[in-house]
């Protein structure tokens, strides 16, 4: 059950309209990496968790806080917009400024969502749930979950770079922040799942399932041998069970790809040779 | 530049038609996680990679290594669906073990593609490249390279589980294989990274840019305090450069969240109270 | 901000596992008007509202609430998963009541998300966030607002109808009664909105700009004039400014639609005729 | 079945090209809430409709009319095309303000369509049946398309807002015309049907399926008592069958949301605790 | 502008319900080459017409008797949906039949359209824009219009297999007979267009716009030679414009793929090596 | 089985950046006819050939080489991105040049990629399966080929028009050229099958199943009869077995398009009238 306070977490006033910057910073609230992303993204990990509490309140707490930020950079985005010069197309004709601020924000900005943020990306795409993963598995998850945190602080700076606007700043070098938080409490447990279980996900596989001559090679499939200097093509392994090595000619091992005739019902084009 | 050889990397042969679990597979050809995914990644991260060689071939002897798997289970999948029942609707109607079949599979391996593989996931959603990530900034990319390999290696286990084809589970042993490389891979080369430049992302964020009070604080934002008994809420961080505190009742220092009145051009309900 | 507590809003208890009913209730949880998207449209119409203290409350109040009813939903999915016969497939083959379940189910259930609740619908489509509506116009929002909970308990209603899990229907008989109090609510201040401002929307536009002609006529655009005995075809329209009337055959005012022959830079096929 | 008209219902026909608000118009086109939306949403609820032959024929009247609309507006497009400056790149390196318009049109436009109308939004997403209704409950669907109509109406004012074409400001009267009828037609008919079956959807449910406690309450997750104030919150409901009540501090009735540890076949994370 | 008669084109009634194949027959009304896909194809392809009114005049009476054809199988849907055995959950737990019924229905004609058809294909992944063409050029329209009659038509074809009632077939024996006529007639018209503008589409790029080198030969970058023996890589080409010729073993004429350094503002890894 | 080589197939140089370029350039890359599409198409179409090697061979030699098509294109993306202006929002304050390349820029290209491509087409949307083609009718598919050259190669001949820029007029030179030789391949190969199998697609429909009475009727749905003067409407249809003719009012056989009234678990709106 959730409840709502109406106090945003952290400061989100420009000090200026920018609405162009506004069609950018929806990047972060309903991009892959968006804050819509992390907040469902944790919420159905922390649903879907069996067992476990102390990771599951980790996931919950981060979930909660998430939501927060959704609602942090609506608000910056809404504040960006208002003096937006939507309706001044006899100035844009001839001030060139305007006409490209009018051309370089997001029209949903004015025509759909009337100066408020759209659940969508800097390009316009609506969010969809097909960038979230909670696998049931806490390894896998916890890496997507440092996946999505790297992602969106490179995201978060990217955007500091090209404003120059105080107040987005200040946001943003919040965000920032939480990132950092973020990053480190995956890594943290991360750390702790990998020293109980092992580093291979799932870590419950019997090893009679896999095909164990080709878990430690590197396969050159792009033709010169650069990756042969790194540390993932000799030595041992992360995990501790294997010697990398190399496979400088990569062999086929399963004959050639050919299917039987198409049978009649599927009205293939008939055999011609 | 690429060429492409007929033989499979590896063997890709059913014991007998199963299409209903060649429905399931489709979730590894074509799925959030499947073989299309990294590939595709893989290969737009190569393609993106400015700088720094040895990691530019590994990821690309992996993406090309990648459209290879696209390719046996394409392959498998096509298999699978020989002999599928899909025009025997008179049976149908009196064995429901038929029916069953004819229910439970994808309608675009009998409609659509003739009993072929198509482009999707197990549940028909066309795969889509919302899915992949490179962002430019390698650990970033390694991290979510980790995260597939996980998520993908976890769907495989589980398909493992839920069939008896002897033929089919020789296949999957042979992805677990190259799983377990692709994990090993992965976190060698992001420890060489972490190492040489720190772990959190991006490493190129001036401290200044940051709200560092913020940095190291696990927020309870989720009522009950299990997740304060974690390596992530006390202790130096992973990154080296904090310590982790609780906040057990966090604030809001942000005000309340409040818009201008709309101006009369956004057409919203006039001002009412 | 938000906040959240351990305990659900109401039981999301099933006496008995039904992995085909969970993905049939997927429906409610992550389809197009599921609790994703009424919880996803309040809460971005809250944010985006200008002035209104009052209504913006309401909207508030309302989306932290769905995002209590996401969380009952995926916790019922993820136990009428809970024993789900997915690694059965050796009695399959003999039990076509098991087979037709392994064969009904949603397979990311067994594959993806390891026996919890996807972010996605009945058929297995992510959400996307082009199924909700924050437009800053808060009587078009509420009429969008009473559409998804009348959807929405429709939805339910069927729902009720194809279970007999009496601990599935004590839920559904909860979203039943809030969808109820929210239709409710929606309808009440609709009521306000419409009494003070008018009932077209939006209100705003000066009457200069309509071609009022067309206000108020029915077009019979489909042979057969059984519209025409409608409340909507003849006396007094419902906003009171004008007196429906019946255009039995329409005309077009517009000229033939004809376009200006392609510059050559377009590369059309050139002129023929 | 279908006929066509090569008359056009209404003008067409800007003044002068204008490429960038050809991107914009795009909304009203292929957009949520566009011609193409009303118009398919229309079809079919009246292919689907069982029974009631005067309100099938009301629901076919309009969406063989819309059908006309995406043709008008789509040659608004094309028309709005004619001379867009796409191939005057020497000249945009000096002159800003085609600069602007190369850069703010919609690329589809001059690569993809050649000068003519795309079945997408603003931004450029290609329109998609997840944006309409049509549910079998005649009462549910009216509400969505007086909402359809609502927002529709609402982009055209704000189209009409940010033109100072009187060709597209010609066209826009005509539309914002329709859409004053339709709002009006659907309310007259959604009266209809609440006095004669009740305002709730569906107005079929049992009363013993729904758990009447909680059908009348509003519920206070947003902190600060603003809604209370409304007519939602105290006073009889319009339903007539209950009062309304405010929930100062909702209680969660559900327990803790825990979940079964997972079975080992889904290769979850082992237990750790 | 539009006008509908209230009549099928054609017959659309089963002689019995079957909600398995109502699921399979939302292929050819809302997939890929479904009837929406041709309407709306036709249609943008009208509308987007520059000159050239023979053709104009055909592809809108395809277009619009395509819409009658959407109307068709949602009619054929619907019915086969009566009786459908939505909410016989008791009866199923015992009878595999039913229960094999009710599992592989799709379940958005029970819960989301109320034994309606749904725009969607037979997996349940609505109908989107992204399916269809108009590119402003006719010849290469054509042969879209051409591909898609032809897969549906195949389509077609493969539902016509798998059902044995002969209501269904007589209604997918008017489909099978139209798409005859429209892969004829646009045959027809890519041969008048061919013979006067020539194959090459589009037919008005200078010939020093093209590395022409290039223009004629097959290479060969999947390893076995197979492909030499075709009428595609020796002899005149049909075009009539050059020779075609074989090469063995394709040159990479690019140089290697690298790019600069990424610049410190997109905080890429820093540089390593 | 692929493998990568590390050299370009052709030039990907541009003489200088041009950020609003590369984003028109993302369409023939990620768009509905860019390369992605057209390799995944063909490589699809191979993995899924049963029979028939020659055409299986030739359909991977060109899908391979679509995949390094893709690689070029990325690479001239990326090196249109050097040097853009994203950080410099100070002087687009007063330089509107710069203000209109950053507002006309993919956002995606500075903030997600760090300047380099993205899997999505011109507007910004993601890459999506659902673009291609793969039926296992070979014919079918060979006219789906047809059909993406010739949209590809216009797209390419409308992005040759509109840049400048030497270095990228030459990659896209090469490109026009490879799109001339597969136009020209995929018509030698229709030409085969045609000859050897008829026309029509699937040619494997016994006439009994066809309602050949309206195999070769154009009807006339759009007033007007413009369209009766084409090859189309009379004489000999292609396929050889039939006389077109030409329908001046074509009639309705199907009755009126009415349902069964609704079962009450559906609920629907009781019936009215």
């Known amino acids: 059950m959730f409840s709502h306070k109406k106090e945003l977490q952290f400061h989100a006033k420009p000090e200026r309209p920018d609405p162009v910057y506004a069609k950018k910073l929806q990047e972060i609230l309903g991009g892959q990496f968006g804050e819509i992303s992390v907040a469902m993204q944790y919420l159905f990990q922390g649903w879907n968790a069996r067992g476990d509490e102390k990771y599951k309140d980790l996931i919950m707490d981060t979930g909660a806080e998430e939501m927060g ?4 950079i609506a608000t910056m985005i809404a504040r960006l ?9 006899e100035k ?11 051309g370089g924000m997001n029209p949903h900005h004015a025509i759909v969502s009337g100066l408020g943020a759209m659940p969508e990306n800097s390009t316009g795409v609506p969010w969809n749930a097909g960038y979230i993963v909670a696998s049931g598995n ?3 998850d916890f890496r997507a979950n440092l996946n999505a945190e790297s992602q969106g602080r490179l995201q978060v700076a990217r955007l500091y770079e090209i404003t120059d606007d105080p107040g987005v700043k200040d946001m943003l070098s919040f965000l920032l922040a939480r990132d950092t938080m973020h990053q480190n409490q995956w890594i943290a447990a991360i750390k702790e799942l990998e020293e109980k279980r092992g580093t291979t996900v799932p870590s419950t596989v019997p090893s009679d399932w896999e095909a164990t001559d080709f878990s430690y090679s590197l396969m050159n499939f792009s033709e010169g041998e650069e990756s042969k200097k790194g540390s993932w093509a000799s030595g041992k392994a992360p995990d501790g069970n294997g010697e990398f090595d190399y496979v400088k000619k990569p062999k086929a091992h399963g004959g050639k790809q050919e299917l039987k005739p198409a049978p009649s019902y599927v009205h293939g084009t008939p055999p011609l040779d």
Chains 1, 2, 3, 4, 5, 6 share one sequence.
């Open 69 to 72: 930020h959704v609602e942090m």
């Open 81 to 89: 917009l208002d003096d937006a010069p939507i309706n001044e197309q």
């Open 92 to 102: 844009a004709a001839e001030d060139p400024v305007i006409g490209s601020i009018m």
């Open 138 to 140: 806490m390894l896998a």
